[in-house]
Nanobody, 126 residues
Framework: QVQLVESGGGLVQAGGSLRLSCAAS????????IGWFRQAPGKEREFVAA????????YYADSVKGRFTISRDNAKNTASLQMTNLKPEDTAVYYC???????????????????WGQGTQVTVSS
């Protein structure tokens, strides 16, 4: 497994931006697909965005498409989630996840991932 540590969460006003980072260690990062998920109080953990390990294709939940951008830097063993035009409904704990050589059709499923970070809180005020 790979170890993941998220950072970059915080409090921001609606319409603002935040950039989350996910630092990985322990295995060959480039072999892992990376996903971002979020969980609001009383709700299920939901898919936000993912980036594949081979071709680096990106995928987004409809609710964040056009506002969030996922990226990765294999040389630095990091992944990022740039979030813009944030809305109060984006408030949640955001988790980074890694899955070894996941095929793209599995990237939106939280059960596909075997490594998770501890999460970082994002709060968007109205």
């Amino acid at each position: 497994q790979v170890q993941l540590v998220e950072s970059g969460g915080g409090l921001v006003q609606a319409g603002g931006s935040l950039r989350l980072s996910c630092a990985a260690s322990g295995r060959t990062f480039s072999n892992y697909a990376i996903g971002w998920f979020r969980q609001a109080p009383g709700k299920e953990r939901e898919f936000v965005a993912a980036i594949g390990w081979s071709a680096g294709r990106t995928y987004y939940a409809d609710s964040v498409k056009g506002r969030f951008t996922i990226s990765r830097d294999n040389a630095k063993n990091t992944a990022s989630l740039q979030m813009t035009n944030l809305k109060p409904e984006d408030t949640a704990v955001y988790y980074c996840a890694a899955g070894l050589r996941l095929p793209d059709y599995k990237l939106a499923r939280k059960g596909s991932y075997d490594s998770w970070g501890q999460g970082t809180q994002v709060t968007v005020s109205s």
